[in-house]
């Protein structure tokens, strides 16, 4: 089994800058990937076409050429790993249901996947993550609905608001729960970063010419419907609260939401990786300047080290590449003068990514809709009541303990999605901010993804024991 320079795990922007960075020292690279093609959740497409047509598609095009020297394993999800030592240093052991890859540095680059919270009827069929959303239309060419309200906060409401009406849906509106005119508080973060600006009116632009409403200080406090989403209940937010008797009824099918994204750390925490509170209130990987995490040999990159969007991942990953090749002893792929300018735009994209997330926090008010009935663990069917009970009553503490309590966080996504509601709720309960005891308790996934039985007995027959 031979053993590669450095392996990548994910296929994004953050870990295709890594792979093409390293590859041009001469490293000898790999990167892993759970999905089919190349582009990661920023770049889905299904063809060709498809990838040239995004706004920064020839750039796409362009990493792809130069990924042509690195083995890339696609549908090769990443269910474990381990490190072991080795003369020359660290040796990686990458398991996939497969095989098994090693590599002497290994870059992290998993990216995120959506934040979602609890709310009356966020369970009911036509209810998905904005994310979500976008995955079936850029990856499959489906529109979920025909009459959509989109909601939650962040910017990424606005591209998927506006995929959907390209793609012929009716939006009924975009209801964001922040004031995006916060923005003018962070006015040298906003004109370091002016591509945004420009992006923004993109996606204005095209709203206004598909007349999709778009709201502030609104947000979704209620699904209805019995077997299918008939509507929603919007509501104007004031001071971080529900304004009493600004309810409205919407009638719709189908209903995108999401509040922002939550990094997918697996990998990281189960190396052992330092992690801290990032600007967004997630658990995000601690890195250096050559973005080096606390482990030797391993380096972060793009949204694990905190959610900032694709330009930043892109700076991260080079600058991952670079470390890499440099640690290695081989000749620095970056000239002096572009690692600095690179370092300069990450300073400067970060700063933005500070005040994105500062104006579009997630908003504090949604334990308040939920009654003691409202699930929170889906997978497990847990209420918000029962870890409510747990704190209260069964004398838990953290979310370990309601997690063991209750199994919220024990199903079939391991907590990805009811994890960061389960801590929060933990928290309140405890009368403190959620911190890094509580989110690190559903971080912990030693296997990394689902893996069947059959996986694991072939493993072992193949020798990959």
């Not at 598909?210 to 001071?239: D, F, K, M, N, W």
């Amino acid at each position: 089994m031979s053993t590669y320079d450095l392996v990548v795990v994910g296929a994004g922007p953050a870990g295709m800058a890594a792979a093409v960075t390293a590859t041009d020292a001469g490293c000898r690279v790999a990167m892993l990937d759970a999905g089919l093609r190349q582009g990661g959740q920023y770049w889905r497409h299904r063809t060709e076409a498809d990838a040239r047509s995004y706004q920064d598609g020839s750039l796409f095009a362009g990493l792809r050429v130069q990924l042509e020297g690195v083995d890339h394993y696609s549908d090769a999800a990443v269910w474990f790993v381990e490190s072991q030592p080795d003369d020359n240093g660290p040796l990686f052991f990458l398991h996939t249901r497969s095989t098994v890859v090693l590599g002497r540095r290994l870059v992290i680059a998993t990216g995120a996947y959506d934040r979602v919270v609890p709310f009356p009827g966020w369970d009911l069929p036509g209810v998905v993550t904005a994310g979500g959303a976008q995955a079936l239309l850029k990856g499959q060419g489906v529109v979920f609905a025909r009459r959509v309200v989109v909601a939650g906060t962040g910017p990424f409401l606005l591209p998927v608001a506006t995929g959907l009406a390209d793609a012929g849906a009716t939006v009924a509106g975009v209801y964001e729960a922040n004031d995006p005119l916060q923005y003018g508080r962070h006015v040298r973060a906003v004109l370091g970063a002016a591509s945004k600006l420009t992006e923004a009116s993109r996606y204005g632009w095209r709203m206004l010419r598909r007349r999709v409403p778009y709201h502030r200080r609104r947000a979704v406090v209620a699904a209805h419907g019995s077997e299918q989403l008939t509507g929603v209940t919007v509501a104007a937010i004031s001071q971080g609260t529900v304004v009493p008797g600004s309810e409205l009824r919407i009638d719709c099918d189908g209903l995108a939401v999401g509040f922002g994204f939550t990094p997918q750390l697996e990998m990281a925490v189960a190396l052992g990786c330092a992690t801290h509170l990032g600007h967004d209130g997630n658990l995000v990987v601690k890195v250096s300047p050559d973005q080096a995490t606390s482990v030797v040999g391993v380096y972060a990159a793009g949204e694990v080290t905190g959610v900032g969007g694709a330009k930043l991942a892109l700076v991260e990953g080079h600058l991952a590449g670079d470390a890499v090749a440099r640690s290695l002893g081989r000749a620095a792929p970056l000239p002096t003068g572009r690692r600095n300018r690179l370092m300069r735009n990450r300073h400067r994209l970060r700063r933005f990514a500070a005040a994105l997330h500062a104006v579009h926090p997630m908003p504090p008010y949604w334990p308040d809709l939920c009654d003691d009935d409202t699930l929170v663990c889906r997978c497990e069917e847990v209420s918000v009541g029962t870890v409510r009970q747990a704190m209260r009553e069964m004398s838990a503490a953290d979310a370990r303990g309601t997690k063991l309590l209750t199994r919220a966080g024990m199903g079939w996504c391991q907590g990805r999605i009811c994890g960061y509601a389960t801590a929060c709720l933990t928290a309140r309960e405890a009368s403190r901010p959620p911190g890094l005891p509580d989110l690190a308790g559903h971080a912990s996934r030693p296997l990394m993804q689902p893996i069947t039985l059959a996986d694991l007995a072939g493993n072992q027959r193949d020798g990959l024991d």
